[in-house]
């Protein structure tokens, strides 16, 4: 049966472009953007006056704290350094074959990172989707110089089952000779042997202003070999030019122009599985360990690390300490363990520095709590563990999409077009110019040079600036007055969890606990939900009390799948008047989202509930409307792709196999769609995607075709909800019954082990980040609301009641009241829901030959719905 165009999507944006024809590339203007970031480590008001400018212009929500200094002056003002991006063209629906007979070419250079190989098998499979010829250039550019065999023709299945593994499968090499214009002149002889004139280019800043420097030179290189008749006129006139589109391939998420550089999501994971386990044995020795990072003149790993892991003290090379730092580094020690702490952990990044520029080395530090306090203190130095492992999911999905991409930009340059980045903003896929980027990238170096710290940090972006704000934060013991957001009030909140257990959960209420401290509150935490709450299961948290809670997975207060109801009003009126709870923050998944709106609405009912309240999302199945991403899912995904990983090794050597493979996620399909693009796997089965029996059978037919040409396995993977009818056990048969003889079927239900495991580095440093920008939120409408004669609060509004959540590269406050109307509650599920755009990119990588459509429509059965983001 020939292959055919799934149903179109249901509910949801509607993606109409469609692009049938070779469209020009678009004008690239210019905007800011870079890594994950927040407010300088030590006060600066020239510092916080231009990250006040770069936030309003950029659309970032000031936090209460910044809001109250910048009030009077708050104004939008045009940057003039500004990198502003092309938006990309995933989504669209795209041609087969729309550039067929183009060729092009992609190489990885200079260090590698994990996700590289993502990348390459996504550059080739969109490559040839699109009719192109695709080339391998292994070894980077010193292949391209080499020439020979190191360029050869890619096909379909020579990138098969890569996306999993580590490095780069095409090999990385640092060449001296391409520096010279004879290594030059051999690489553009070669790639003309091969009529390749585009390049995708995987590496860091170096490689990609090696490969401008390139296209700069091509004319000349042209008439050099044209001159020395190594080619023809003809030939030189019919390349005239060569394009070049990259990607940034680096651990160390130092490349400005984009949120994340492929490789930094997998080497925080690797750092932070390394410090779990050194924490057991620190604790159990009451040590001291000094952990270096890698990030020679970047260091973000070492300040998210910090975040993730609770770090006692942080170096890093853009923000030196105070030259007292030996006194204030044995002061803050000395103050956790005072609190009752047993161990310290201090993170180095290899380039970190003093104010004079002198290297401060883990050896040292070491050193000086050694000679100082006389702890037992010892030293890890991670190394290039940090580079290695399979790639986490967010890599994986993060070099699937960014190839896709990288491939169509190159396909729309025109003569005059100059090299791009394929960068990620917020959720999207964007186009940012090459040279731009460099150079901003470079001037952060400049200004470490010049020792101008507060222009180094502001350079690297808000949210690098807003990490090091939090972590600061949470690190103190003591408030500094002028920070404190209570003025002179001592409030009372409180926090609970709702719903299943999700990765971030106690990290989340860690954060809140210790914010609400700093800024003199009294915190309570509710165990075990609205049940814990009517039984006045209230406990107050100290500081120490959520000592070590970051890396671990679950609920230490209890969580339950329990809603309030006009029974238990009463008794939860009375429990919240009883303890004097001003605010609440409640952590947890669709349940918190219903709970919040029940309790706002009984309001008139019960003057107890007349207090601001506030829900961070924290569920695996990423369904709650408000956010495009919730805590925990993104540890589901990575347990989901481990887990896919092993069941696809037991395959290996097997005769042919077919395998699906169920996953949670209620009637929303986001885990089966992203953990089917980042495993590899050949479909996904979910609600929001209607599918019939001729769909299963079209799949059948791929399988039996892919088989013939040798792949081994087939991987399906179905969310649990995704049709009452087509069940997993249905399609096992249906498999069975069309397959026999040709393959044979097997079920795995993943069941709640994706709810399991170490939250990973991303919810832990979310979930930290949303919970401190939370308690400021909640303490800045308690004063609103407050009433000092009685010291009650009357909080009436609907924005008192309010989801905090992810909105494109935006953290805001949204009514529960009004997201009320874009939620289908029959089916939990939000009525829009961005990830469905990458569906016809799972498709693609997995060659179904059709078009694959992203439009969304109304679906006139009960059934019908939307699903939601990656």
């Given at each position: 049966?020939?292959?055919?165009?799934?149903p179109?999507?249901?509910?949801?944006?509607?993606?109409?472009?469609?692009?049938?024809?070779?469209?020009?590339?678009?004008?690239?203007?210019?905007?800011?953007?870079?890594?994950?970031?927040?407010?300088?480590?030590?006060?600066?008001?020239k510092?916080?006056?231009?990250?006040?400018?770069?936030?309003?212009?950029?659309?970032?929500?000031?936090s209460?704290?910044?809001?109250?200094q910048?009030?009077?002056?708050?104004?939008?003002?045009?940057?003039?350094?500004?990198?502003?991006?092309?938006?990309g063209?995933?989504?669209t629906?795209?041609?087969?074959?729309?550039?067929?007979?183009?060729?092009?070419?992609?190489?990885?250079?200079?260090?590698?990172?994990?996700?590289?190989?993502?990348?390459?098998?996504?550059?080739?499979?969109?490559?040839?989707?699109?009719?192109?010829?695709?080339?391998?250039?292994?070894?980077?550019?010193?292949?391209?110089?080499?020439?020979?065999?190191?360029?050869r023709?890619?096909?379909w299945?020579?990138?098969?089952?890569i996306?999993?593994?580590?490095?780069?499968?095409?090999g990385?090499?640092?060449?001296?000779?391409?520096?010279?214009p004879?290594?030059?002149?051999?690489?553009?002889f070669?790639?003309?042997?091969?009529?390749?004139?585009?390049?995708?280019?995987?590496?860091?800043?170096?490689?990609?202003?090696?490969?401008?420097?390139?296209?700069?030179?091509?004319?000349?290189?042209?008439?050099?070999?044209?001159?020395?008749?190594?080619?023809?006129?003809?030939?030189?006139?019919?390349?005239?030019n060569?394009?070049?589109?990259g990607?940034?391939?680096?651990?160390?998420?130092?490349?400005?122009?984009?949120?994340?550089?492929?490789?930094?999501?997998?080497?925080?994971?690797?750092?932070?599985?390394?410090?779990?386990?050194?924490?057991?044995?620190?604790?159990?020795?009451?040590?001291?360990?000094?952990?270096?990072?890698?990030?020679?003149?970047?260091?973000?790993?070492?300040?998210?690390?910090?975040?993730?892991?609770?770090?006692?003290?942080?170096?890093?090379?853009?923000?030196?300490?105070?030259?007292?730092?030996?006194?204030?580094?044995?002061?803050?020690?000395?103050?956790?363990?005072?609190?009752?702490q047993?161990?310290?952990?201090?993170?180095?990044?290899?380039?970190?520095?003093?104010?004079?520029?002198?290297?401060?080395?883990?050896?040292?530090?070491?050193?000086?709590?050694?000679?100082?306090?006389?702890?037992?203190?010892?030293?890890?130095?991670?190394?290039h563990?940090?580079?290695?492992?399979?790639?986490?999911?967010?890599?994986?999905?993060?070099?699937?999409?960014?190839?896709?991409?990288?491939?169509?930009?190159?396909?729309?340059?025109?003569?005059?077009?100059?090299?791009?980045?394929?960068?990620?903003?917020?959720?999207?896929?964007?186009?940012?110019?090459?040279?731009?980027?460099?150079?901003?990238?470079q001037?952060?170096?400049?200004?470490?040079?010049?020792?101008?710290?507060?222009?180094?940090?502001?350079?690297?972006?808000?949210?690098?600036?807003?990490?090091?704000?939090?972590?600061?934060?949470?690190?103190?013991?003591?408030?500094?007055?002028?920070?404190?957001?209570?003025?002179?009030?001592?409030?009372?909140?409180?926090v609970?969890?709702?719903?299943?257990?999700?990765?971030g959960?106690?990290?989340?209420?860690?954060?809140?606990?210790?914010?609400?401290?700093?800024?003199?509150?009294?915190?309570?935490?509710?165990?075990?939900?609205?049940?814990?709450?009517?039984?006045?299961?209230?406990?107050?948290l100290?500081?120490?009390?959520?000592?070590?809670w970051?890396?671990?997975?679950?609920s230490?207060l209890?969580?339950q799948?329990q809603?309030?109801?006009?029974?238990?009003?009463?008794?939860?009126?009375?429990?919240?008047?009883?303890?004097?709870?001003?605010?609440?923050?409640?952590?947890?998944?669709?349940?918190?989202?219903?709970?919040?709106l029940?309790?706002?609405?009984?309001?008139?009912?019960?003057?107890?509930?007349?207090?601001?309240?506030?829900v961070i999302?924290?569920?695996?199945?990423?369904?709650?409307?408000?956010?495009?991403?919730?805590?925990?899912?993104?540890?589901?995904?990575?347990?989901?792709?481990?887990?896919?990983?092993?069941?696809?090794?037991?395959?290996?050597g097997?005769?042919?196999?077919?395998?699906?493979?169920?996953?949670?996620?209620?009637?929303?399909?986001?885990?089966?769609?992203?953990?089917?693009?980042?495993?590899?796997?050949?479909?996904?089965?979910?609600?929001?995607?209607?599918?019939?029996?001729?769909?299963?059978?079209?799949?059948?037919?791929?399988?039996?075709e892919?088989?013939?040409?040798?792949v081994?396995?087939?991987?399906?993977?179905?969310?649990?909800?995704?049709?009452?009818?087509?069940?997993?056990?249905?399609?096992?048969?249906?498999?069975s019954?069309?397959?026999?003889?040709?393959?044979?079927?097997?079920?795995?239900?993943?069941?709640?082990?994706?709810q399991?495991?170490?939250?990973?580095?991303?919810?832990?440093?979310?979930?930290?980040?949303?919970?401190?920008?939370?308690?400021?939120?909640?303490?800045?409408?308690?004063?609103?609301?407050?009433?000092?004669s009685?010291?009650k609060?009357?909080?009436?509004g609907?924005?008192?009641?309010?989801?905090?959540?992810?909105?494109?590269?935006?953290?805001?406050?949204?009514?529960?009241?009004?997201?009320?109307?874009?939620?289908?509650?029959?089916?939990?599920?939000?009525?829009h829901?961005?990830?469905?755009?990458?569906?016809?990119?799972?498709?693609?990588?997995?060659?179904?030959?059709?078009?694959?459509?992203?439009?969304?429509?109304?679906?006139?059965?009960?059934?019908?719905?939307?699903?939601?983001?990656?």
């Amino acid at each position: 049966m020939p292959s055919r165009s799934p149903p179109p999507f249901h509910h949801g944006h509607r993606f109409n472009r469609t692009i049938d024809k070779p469209p020009l590339m678009d004008t690239v203007e210019g905007h800011i953007f870079n890594p994950q970031a927040d407010v300088d480590a030590f006060d600066s008001p020239k510092m916080a006056e231009e990250q006040e400018l770069a936030l309003l212009e950029e659309g970032e929500t000031l936090s209460p704290l910044l809001e109250a200094q910048y009030a009077a002056r708050a104004r939008l003002q045009k940057r003039m350094d500004s990198i502003v991006p092309t938006i990309g063209r995933e989504g669209t629906d795209i041609k087969l074959n729309l550039y067929k007979g183009r060729t092009i070419a992609v190489f990885t250079s200079g260090g590698d990172s994990q996700g590289m190989n993502s990348a390459v098998r996504s550059v080739v499979r969109m490559g040839i989707y699109l009719g192109c010829k695709v080339y391998f250039i292994n070894e980077g550019y010193q292949g391209m110089v080499d020439g020979g065999d190191n360029i050869r023709l890619a096909d379909w299945n020579s990138v098969s089952d890569i996306i999993q593994k580590g490095g780069t499968i095409i090999g990385s090499a640092r060449c001296s000779d391409f520096r010279k214009p004879e290594g030059r002149l051999k690489a553009c002889f070669n790639l003309l042997e091969r009529e390749i004139t585009n390049l995708v280019c995987i590496g860091g800043d170096g490689s990609l202003t090696g490969a401008n420097q390139f296209r700069k030179d091509w004319p000349d290189l042209l008439k050099e070999l044209v001159a020395s008749g190594k080619i023809t006129q003809e030939k030189a006139d019919a390349n005239p030019n060569i394009q070049i589109v990259g990607m940034v391939g680096s651990i160390d998420n130092d490349f400005c122009g984009t949120d994340m550089t492929i490789g930094t999501d997998s080497a925080l994971q690797r750092i932070i599985e390394a410090i779990d386990a050194v924490v057991s044995t620190a604790q159990s020795h009451q040590r001291s360990f000094v952990v270096e990072v890698m990030g020679r003149h970047c260091g973000y790993l070492a300040l998210v690390t910090g975040l993730a892991a609770e770090a006692d003290f942080v170096f890093i090379p853009e923000w030196p300490p105070p030259v007292n730092w030996r006194e204030i580094l044995c002061t803050k020690l000395q103050q956790q363990r005072a609190e009752g702490q047993r161990l310290n952990i201090i993170i180095v990044a290899e380039g970190a520095i003093d104010r004079d520029g002198n290297p401060i080395t883990a050896e040292l530090v070491k050193d000086v709590v050694t000679e100082k306090l006389h702890y037992d203190t010892r030293v890890t130095v991670l190394g290039h563990v940090q580079r290695g492992g399979a790639p986490s999911a967010f890599d994986r999905l993060l070099g699937c999409r960014m190839g896709a991409e990288a491939v169509l930009a190159l396909m729309e340059m025109t003569v005059d077009s100059l090299p791009c980045v394929i960068s990620i903003d917020g959720n999207q896929m964007v186009r940012v110019p090459l040279m731009q980027c460099v150079e901003r990238t470079q001037a952060v170096q400049k200004a470490m040079n010049e020792k101008n710290w507060e222009r180094a940090v502001q350079l690297r972006g808000r949210s690098f600036q807003r990490n090091l704000e939090t972590y600061r934060l949470l690190t103190k013991l003591r408030t500094v007055e002028k920070d404190n957001l209570s003025e002179g009030h001592h409030f009372t909140v409180a926090v609970m969890n709702i719903g299943a257990p999700a990765g971030g959960m106690n990290a989340a209420v860690r954060s809140f606990v210790r914010t609400a401290l700093y800024h003199h509150c009294t915190v309570y935490g509710i165990h075990n939900s609205f049940e814990g709450l009517t039984n006045g299961e209230f406990e107050k948290l100290k500081w120490g009390s959520v000592t070590n809670w970051v890396m671990h997975g679950g609920s230490f207060l209890g969580t339950q799948k329990q809603l309030p109801t006009a029974e238990t009003l009463p008794k939860i009126a009375e429990q919240l008047e009883k303890h004097g709870i001003q605010a609440l923050l409640m952590v947890g998944g669709f349940e918190a989202f219903n709970s919040c709106l029940f309790l706002s609405r009984n309001r008139k009912k019960f003057a107890a509930l007349r207090i601001p309240m506030t829900v961070i999302p924290c569920t695996i199945s990423n369904n709650v409307p408000g956010t495009s991403l919730s805590l925990g899912s993104d540890t589901a995904v990575n347990e989901i792709c481990c887990m896919i990983d092993k069941i696809k090794q037991s395959a290996t050597g097997t005769k042919k196999r077919v395998f699906i493979i169920e996953t949670m996620g209620g009637y929303c399909g986001y885990l089966a769609t992203v953990s089917a693009l980042a495993s590899g796997a050949d479909n996904a089965y979910i609600f929001e995607d209607k599918f019939d029996v001729q769909d299963i059978i079209e799949d059948v037919n791929v399988i039996a075709e892919k088989m013939k040409k040798g792949v081994q396995r087939y991987l399906i993977v179905r969310n649990e909800c995704a049709n009452k009818h087509y069940t997993t056990e249905f399609v096992q048969q249906l498999f069975s019954e069309e397959g026999r003889g040709e393959f044979t079927t097997r079920i795995n239900v993943l069941g709640h082990a994706q709810q399991g495991g170490s939250p990973t580095p991303f919810d832990r440093n979310m979930a930290t980040k949303l919970s401190a920008r939370a308690l400021e939120y909640l303490i800045t409408q308690i004063k609103a609301c407050y009433d000092p004669s009685n010291q009650k609060v009357y909080a009436e509004g609907d924005d008192t009641a309010t989801l905090l959540g992810l909105t494109g590269r935006r953290v805001v406050f949204s009514p529960v009241e009004e997201l009320h109307t874009e939620t289908d509650f029959t089916h939990r599920l939000p009525n829009h829901q961005w990830w469905l755009k990458l569906r016809p990119l799972l498709r693609i990588l997995a060659k179904h030959n059709s078009t694959y459509h992203t439009e969304v429509q109304d679906d006139e059965g009960p059934d019908g719905h939307s699903g939601y983001t990656a």
